[in-house]
Structures are given as C-alpha cells and as structure tokens.
C-alpha cells in the first residue's frame, strides 16, 4: 500500500512568485486535506478536496487555492507569495474524509 | 484565537518514567480527539485517539485521559523510551465541520536513556 506522497520536498521561491505543491494520496483515499505547519507551531488547515469539490476551508486568504484530480491527487496553489508563507505544507489523505487521516512528510518552502 | 491550548512546550523525561502532555480546548462542539507524533522530517503520524463519549482509551504504553466537564484531554506514555523522542500534537475535530481539525501548538518530548 503506498502511502502519501509530496513533491518537492524542498522549494525557495522569492516574495510575489507563485509556486505549486503536489499531493499525491494513499491508495483508496479519495480525500484530501492541506496544511501549513509554521516553525514550532502546529499544523493549521488550509483546506480540503473530497471527489474533486473544495469541502472546508480555514482561515486563508483567496491566494491560497487547490485542485484535486480524478486519480484524487491534488495540487496546493498559492500565488504573491510573502515572507510569511515560509512554512512547511502538509497534504493528508483519508477515505470518504473519515479517519484516521494519513500523513505525507511535507513540502519545505522558503520564501527569501 | 487558539481552540486548543497545549502544554508543556518541551518536556525532558527518564528512561523508563511517564511522560504527562496537556490538552485543553475552548469550544465544545468538537467530537474527536487525536494525539499526533512527528519526528523530524517527517510528517505527523497518528498515535491514538479518543470521542468525548469515552473517558480513558488505552493502547499499548499510551493512554489519553479525557475531561469532558473541564475541556480537558491528556496524553500519558508509560516507561517512556529513547525512542519516543518527538514532537507530540493534539488535535480536535469540529462537530459540525469534519473537515476542520485544530491542532495544538506541539510538545517536544526527549527521553534521556
């Protein structure tokens, strides 16, 4: 059984540049969610993909934007990138958003 | 505005002794609660979880002690190892948002053999 995987796993990018994150989910999963993890902090939801459709959204602005696939990956979009996005971004998968939810090790982004 | 407050910020303990983490969170409309372990580089990894119906759940070494009365959620490893070294996160899930999971700021756990 695979499990979820993110490409890049490193990324720099300078401020107002617009980047692109991959997902891609755990076999069956047809859900999933993103997250952005601050330097010691917990992760924060961004939002979440169920069969395509964005289904909840935290507290982010309209640059922060996604996609989801018909193979149930998805892409994390985020453009006029600020310093402050440096973060690590976390996609997790689950089956039907039901639990538990399964990690992938992240996405480091540095914004210089 | 922090749902869910979470303590100690770091945490040393011996070999073989009990590590104690505290949750505590604002709004009672959450209906689940997760405990999350990450070591670095890696992403968070599910450890054990618990529904406000249910007082104590127990897996293994770790056991979540909940107080729904108090908001209250706890994190106990028992004869703590090395090996358990790792950032730990509790989580809450809304009632009526399933989607939206609240996590607690982390506690960094080091074992010292």
């Known amino acids: 059984e695979t499990g979820v995987t993110q490409s890049p796993t490193h990324l720099i990018k300078t401020r107002g540049q617009q980047v692109t994150l991959r997902c891609s989910s755990q076999s069956g999963h047809n859900t999933v969610s993103w997250y952005q993890q601050a330097l010691g902090q917990g992760p924060q939801f961004i939002f979440q993909?169920?069969?395509?459709?964005?289904?909840g959204r935290g507290n982010f602005p309209p640059r922060f934007s996604g996609l989801q696939f018909p193979n149930y990956s998805s892409e994390l979009n985020v453009n006029a990138l600020e310093l402050d996005d440096s973060a690590l971004y976390l996609c997790?998968?689950?089956?039907?958003?039901?639990?538990?939810?399964?990690f992938g090790d992240g996405t480091r982004l540095s914004i210089l | 505005q922090q749902q869910v407050k979470q303590s100690p910020q770091s945490l040393i303990v011996q070999k073989g002794g009990i590590s104690i983490i505290n949750c505590a969170y604002e709004?009672?409309?959450?209906?689940?609660f997760p405990w999350y372990q990450q070591f670095p580089g890696k992403g968070p990894a599910l450890l054990i979880a618990?529904?406000?119906?249910?007082s104590e759940k127990k897996e293994g070494r770790f056991t979540i002690s909940f107080n729904k009365s108090a908001k209250q959620f706890s994190l106990h490893i028992m004869d703590s190892q090395p090996g358990d070294s790792a950032t730990y996160f509790c989580a809450a899930r809304g009632l009526y948002n399933f989607n939206k999971f609240y996590f607690g700021s982390g506690t960094k756990l080091n074992v010292k053999p």
């Open positions: 993909y169920y069969r395509e459709e964005e289904n």
């Open positions: 709004n009672t409309a959450f209906d689940y």
């Open positions: 618990i529904r406000p119906d249910v």
């Open positions: 997790a998968s689950s089956r039907d958003g039901n639990q538990p939810q399964h």
